[in-house]
């Protein structure tokens, strides 16, 4: 599975499988151009050969959506179309700022942190749809 924090200049990317239901940060995409977001999504697609996609939906925090909502789920839409994967959307409400507080508990501060940041947010995306789906079953 890849799990995708989506924002307008990177979207932070984890995976993860549901034989053990652990997700780890992979690596952030940077760029505003979808071309050049694909290209390395594509990438990422024959790296791992996902057979399912998570994607994080942004919202305020009571739940209320917003401009990033509609983005997120027009790149969901996107996945779903491009790579005919079904595409899962999980509340990533307080994720970046959870990817910030376990970053700087392991020391990781200033750029590294933040080069790492949107990783680890969809690390914990990822996370929580394996532990809520594991829940629902």
């Not at 290209?39 to 209320?64: M, N």
């Not at 409400?93 to 959870?98: G, P």
Request: hydrophobic share 45%; no cysteine.
């Amino acid at each position: 599975m890849l799990a995708f924090d989506f924002g307008t200049r990177k979207i932070g990317v984890a995976m993860g499988n549901t034989v053990v239901r652990v997700a780890h940060p992979l690596t952030t995409i940077e760029g505003e151009a979808s071309r050049v977001r694909f290209a390395a999504i594509d990438a990422l697609f024959a790296q791992w050969t996902p057979d399912l996609l998570v994607v994080g939906r942004p919202t305020h925090a009571d739940g209320t959506e917003h401009e990033m909502t509609a983005r997120a789920e027009r790149f969901a839409r996107q996945l779903e179309s491009r790579y005919g994967l079904p595409v899962m959307r999980v509340d990533e409400r307080f994720t970046t700022l959870a990817a910030a507080t376990v970053l700087a508990e392991k020391g990781i501060h200033g750029r590294a942190r933040r080069a790492a940041q949107d990783a680890v947010a969809a690390q914990l995306i990822l996370q929580s749809w394996f532990d809520r789906s594991s829940t629902e079953q």
